[in-house]
């Protein structure tokens, strides 16, 4: 590892700044479970790690029941995994949460860190896209607001300018009725990387679905939302024949590689049994609210 | 548990007490390779070849010599030339000619990661910096890493001095020039024809195994302090001091003398801290610096360049009457030696068809070379491969005549007598005691409950080794003994061998204080390796009992003016006799101690041993499994593990041993495998991807010891660390073909290959 330079931001404006005034070799640092890691490798070359957790708005979270979630950009995995109103309300956040490296990761690793990297294997993803995540971005330009569903563009990259960081995710109150899940497949039980993973939330009166969400991460370039999996559930009663249709219509979007993880064949079906099993954990989340 | 029901009464060996190295090792005060910290002292690191096959055209080190706080680069040209030759590592042989080309790559690069040249710098920082700034150009070969391609005429040669006139069966190995084959073994006896004719069922399978690595939690590190003088120090992680004393001394053509290793404490080996990789190249870059070096292996190197175990791929055919004698048996092994020759073949040739009394069989081993690391001993060398090819054809008779599994056994197996596969009569085993003790136990008589459940047993066969160990002893005028010790301690050894000492001594283990030391503080003492410590160090610590209880008897005889003829030492350490006016007289041992200074002093004593008499294991397991349909994944449900041990000396390391050996079976299994990419790259070469098991996808592991005392050994034992991998792969696999109807022939079995039988083929 070179050496380089490390500078503290004690606010948004001053890591603006710091970012711009470093140039193309700067870098945001958060938990630094992926950058310090990449700089070690000499997967990135680095001369300036602008540490922002000690700016109060990326390390603080708040939920309002009527407003919804906001989770700055840095706050560590287990502060959100282990909030209580994260598990009663966004449980597949909390459940993506919960898997992501070990104990001493998740001390330190952050949604908007795994957001940055835009990993197309990241676990929390797709929970955050299905659960209508918006990231607020500041930069040399000012704030602006980015979907998370449309934030990743390829592995690693993302629709970041250059001196861009996230500074906070927020996630929407879900509408009465509503429930959300995540799975993953790895081949340990744990600190594994997903072979595949998958995310829903939705919405029902009864037994007919009125929205849905799906998502999966590991089976394309970047984490797919599946609008032909919610197509095959809204308006449509809860059925094992509509749920195999979600899983299809899931297995068909799929566009995996093969790789040392897992094989296409592996992933499309992984796809189609992953969202059949979130359509089923967020029914029953949804009929307990 | 233990199975057996009657042994010697001992008063020390059979408990569990605390081990001597234990508060350290909790407390992090325990000082390993990496904990070195000397005046001066450099940091040295390796360039790796990027390619799995290249030949080094020019390595040119001007830039990274011009970097700042760079002290030292070398390359193989740096080392002696080397001649063909054999060094015994105890575990395995190694070839000087060819060890000196692994640790630095001489004209060729053979493998992913082969080290290519080593700096030395003020930090590590800038030793990792000064590889990228060194220039290699290589002319890329076409590589093969695939055992079976390796032999065909068409592969890519490794070595051009690699000929044989011995084909495996459907392969078209040339035999009039160059070859992979670096070498062909047969064992044979009986006669196979006439077997197979007598048999009413013939199966016959082919088998592959992946290559595993023994991801010991601890990187390879070394650090050498090579003195003006000429004398050479290593501080190493390593399981044997003195063998990494002789592989240094022959790279560097220096005196055995010169060189001083100092074994650190150790985080784990498994058989692949044998073989040198860093050592020599520290000692070469200290020679050139004058300054302490010091070296360790990130994790990516140790799974690209440290030694995994062969892949292989296995030819078995067997045959059996419709009552379950088998009756012939034809085993056809081809195991990849990654760059260099020297695959455990050998080993697995001899255990291949050990768990069985049959007379009719003829096993075929082939070494062949491959562009991957060269590979090294790894618990039961060899063994785990051809046992899982063998006891899955088993399982498939037992299947096929409708015999329970363990019946098959138990109708086949060896005992006192039984020759094995060279013709070599077995001395007295366990191996009915433990299909009996499986027979017997709850698990195998418990109902499987669920769908998609099954069980499988397995058995498994490791020799034991024996070989030389050295101690010291000096009993100290409080009673206390210092117990010096060649041997590494990995698994428990400081407390099993003090446990073993205080037996023979008849005082209490605490009383005994055990150190492990350098190779210039104790006599020869081979490695920490082939199931030999306990067995062989325990020899040793018997006859140092013995002989001190010899000098305390002549002291005390001594002391009361009489013959040490009428004087006994108690199995209670009480010394008895009368003295010269005929009056009764006793010492405990504490008392005698006492009166050493005034009496003609201390007594120390030293004992080198070097006995044949090993008592070859016996191990069977029961595994358990449930398959999720959906995704293919296994949970293993349930498993025990039984084995003769002979005499388990410290009960909860025996058993630790076992659980241990069991677990990492269970990786090769189902989990772990080495994964290359289409250029020949290895690209899992980290814990993530290569994917042991963690606590979390294991259930408890169950062990019952079977205690049939090998009558080599004076208090019974036999080694235990090595037999417990063998049986999990055909273990879990038999399982498996319970649970979902299929039989596989590749491991690990792993959640794709599942999916991959059980989905509709596209």
């Known amino acids: 590892m070179q050496a380089l330079r490390y500078a503290r931001a004690t606010s948004i404006d001053e890591a603006v700044r710091m970012l ?28 300036l790690f602008v540490d922002i957790k000690h700016i109060s708005d990326v390390m603080t979270m708040e939920y309002d029941a009527q407003r919804g979630l906001t989770v700055g950009a840095a706050v560590p995995l287990y502060q959100i995994y282990g909030d209580a109103n994260v598990q009663r309300v966004y449980p597949a956040l909390r459940a993506a949460a919960h898997v992501i490296g070990g104990k ?122 599946v609008p032909l999996a919610a197509e095959a559930l809204v308006g449509r009663r809860l059925t094992d024949e509509t749920i195999a249709a979600a899983g299809a219509a899931a297995k068909e979007t799929a566009t995996p590689i093969d790789d040392m993880r897992g094989t ?8 189609d049994v992953l969202v059949q099993r979130v359509i089923r954990a967020a029914v029953e989340h949804a009929r307990a609210n | 548990m233990v199975a057996t029901p009657e042994k010697p009464v001992y008063k020390v060996i059979g408990t569990r007490p605390i ?91 053979l493998y992913h990661g082969h080290a290519v040249a080593a700096v030395a710098a003020i930090d590590w920082h800038i030793a990792e910096e000064a590889l ?113 004393r002789e592989q240094v001394a022959t790279l560097l053509q220096q005196p055995v003398a010169r060189i001083k290793v100092v074994p650190m404490e150790i985080g784990g080996g498994f058989g692949g801290k044998i073989p040198v990789y860093l050592e020599p190249v520290a000692a070469l870059l200290s020679k050139q610096t004058g300054r302490p070096v010091k070296m360790w292996m990130p994790r990516e190197a140790v799974f690209q360049a440290t030694g995994p175990t062969a892949a292989t791929w296995n030819r078995v055919k067997i045959g059996a009457k419709k009552d379950g004698t088998l009756v012939a048996a034809d085993v056809e092994l081809c195991y990849a030696a990654g760059a260099y020759p020297g695959s455990a073949v050998g080993a697995g040739v001899m255990c291949a068809l050990a768990p069985y009394n049959l007379a009719n069989q003829r096993i075929d081993g082939f070494d062949v070379v491959t562009n991957t690391p060269k590979t090294a001993a790894y618990r039961a060398p060899g063994a785990p491969a051809s046992e899982y090819a063998v006891e899955s054809v088993v399982d498939e008779i037992a299947r096929a005549l409708d015999i329970d599994p363990m019946v ?234 039984v084995q003769d041990v002979g005499t388990a000396i410290h009960p909860a390391y025996v058993e630790g041993q076992i659980q241990g050996g069991a677990v990492q079976g269970i990786g090769m299994a189902l989990q772990e495998e080495y994964w290359y990419d289409d250029q020949g790259r290895l690209r899992n070469g980290s814990f993530l991807d290569y994917r042991m098991p963690v606590a979390n996808d294991l259930p408890p592991i169950e062990v019952i010891l079977v205690e049939v005392p090998n009558p080599g050994h004076p208090y019974g034992v036999r080694g235990v660390g090595e037999a417990p991998i063998v049986p999990p792969m055909a273990a879990i696999r038999n399982a498996l073909r319970d649970a979902i109807g299929v039989n596989f022939y590749h491991t690990p079995v792993t959640p794709t290959r599942i999916l991959d039988e059980l989905l509709p083929r596209e």
């Not at chain 1, 990993?119 to 971005?137: E, R």
């Not at chain 2, 992979?180 to 077997?195: S, W």
């Not at chain 2, 002893?473 to 073993?500: C, E, F, H, K, W």
């Not at chain 2, 009383?511 to 199931?531: L, N, R």
């Open chain 1, 20 to 47: 711009r005034e470093g140039g193309e070799t700067s870098r945001i640092l958060a938990g630094g479970t992926d950058v310090i890691v990449q700089a070690r490798e000499r997967r990135r070359v680095i001369d």
């Open chain 1, 104 to 225: 001493a990761i998740q001390g330190r690793a952050s949604l908007g860190g795994n957001l940055g990297n835009a990993s197309p294997a990241a676990d929390s993803i797709p929970a955050m896209m299905v659960l209508d995540g918006v990231a607020q971005v500041a930069g040399p330009n000012g704030r602006r607001e980015v979907r998370v569903d449309a934030f990743c563009t390829a592995p690693g990259r993302s629709v970041l300018q250059p001196g861009e960081f996230i500074v906070s995710l927020h996630f929407a109150q879900p509408a009465a009725h509503s429930g959300n899940a995540w799975e993953r497949f790895i081949p340990r039980n744990e600190m594994d990387i997903a072979v595949v993973n998958a995310a829903c939330a939705l919405t029902i009166e009864g037994d007919v679905v009125t929205a849905a969400r799906f998502s999966l991460g590991a089976v394309a370039a970047t984490p797919l939302m």
């Open chain 1, 264 to 271: 296409v064949k592996q992933r499309k079906h992984l796809a």
């Open chain 2, 19 to 109: 081990r001597p190295d234990g508060v350290d090792k909790v407390t992090g005060r325990a000082a390993y390779g990496a904990d070195i910290v000397l005046e001066g002292m450099l940091f040295g690191s390796i360039l790796r070849a990027p390619h799995a096959h290249a030949r080094i055209v020019r390595i040119d080190s001007s830039k990274a010599l011009a970097l700042p706080g760079v002290k030292a680069i070398v390359t193989n040209a740096d080392f002696p030339r080397q001649e063909s030759g054999t060094l015994d590592l105890g575990e395995g042989t190694a070839n000087p000619k060819w060890l000196v080309d692994n640790v630095l790559a001489g004209d060729k690069t």
């Open chain 2, 132 to 244: 990228a700034l060194i220039e290699v150009e290589y002319e890329v070969l076409p590589f093969v890493i695939d055992v079976k391609e390796a032999m065909l005429g068409t592969a890519p040669i490794l070595h051009s001095d690699l000929r044989t006139n011995v084909r495996a069966r459907g392969v078209d190995t040339p035999t009039d020039r160059e070859t992979n084959i670096a070498m062909h073994m047969r064992v044979e006896k009986g006669d196979i024809a006439a077997g197979f004719a007598e048999a009413d069922i013939v199966i016959e399978r082919e088998f592959t195994t992946s290559q595993f690595h023994q991801g010991y939690i601890e990187p390879q590190n070394g650090t050498a302090y090579w003195n003006q003088d000429g004398q050479i120090t290593v501080w190493t992680s390593t399981q044997g001091s003195f063998a990494v």
């Open chain 2, 408 to 641: 098959i056994r138990e109708k086949n197996a060896p005992e006192e007598g039984t020759t094995n596969s060279a013709g070599a009569p077995l001395p007295r085993i366990g191996a009915k005691a433990v299909i009996t003790a499986i027979r017997e136990s709850a698990h195998y008589n418990s109902e499987l409950q669920g769908e998609d459940t099954g069980r499988g047993v397995a058995l498994g066969f490791w020799f034991n080794g024996g070989m030389e160990s050295t101690s010291s002893a000096t009993v100290n005028p409080d009673g206390s003994v210092s117990l010096i010790l060649g041997s590494v301690d990995i698994g428990g050894t400081r407390a099993s061998l003090a446990m073993q000492l205080a037996e023979s001594l008849g005082v209490p283990y605490e009383q005994i204080k055990p150190q492990v030391t350098d190779t210039d503080s104790v006599g020869y003492t081979a490695v920490t390796g082939g199931s030999r410590t306990t067995f062989a160090g325990g020899w040793v610590a018997y006859e140092l009992g013995q002989e001190i209880r010899k000098r305390l008897v002549e002291r005390a005889a001594r002391i009361w003016g009489v013959d040490a003829s009428t004087v006994t030492y108690s199995n209670d350490a009480v010394i008895t006799g009368t003295d010269k006016d005929g009056k009764a007289q006793q010492f405990t041992f504490d008392e005698i101690c006492k009166r050493f200074p005034t009496t003609g002093g201390h007594v120390a004593v030293t004992v080198s041993s070097r006995k044949n008499t090993t008592g070859p294991a016996y191990a069977g397991h029961i595994a358990d499994v449930k398959v999720d349909r959906d995704t293919g994944k296994v949970t293993v449900l349930r498993y025990t593990a």
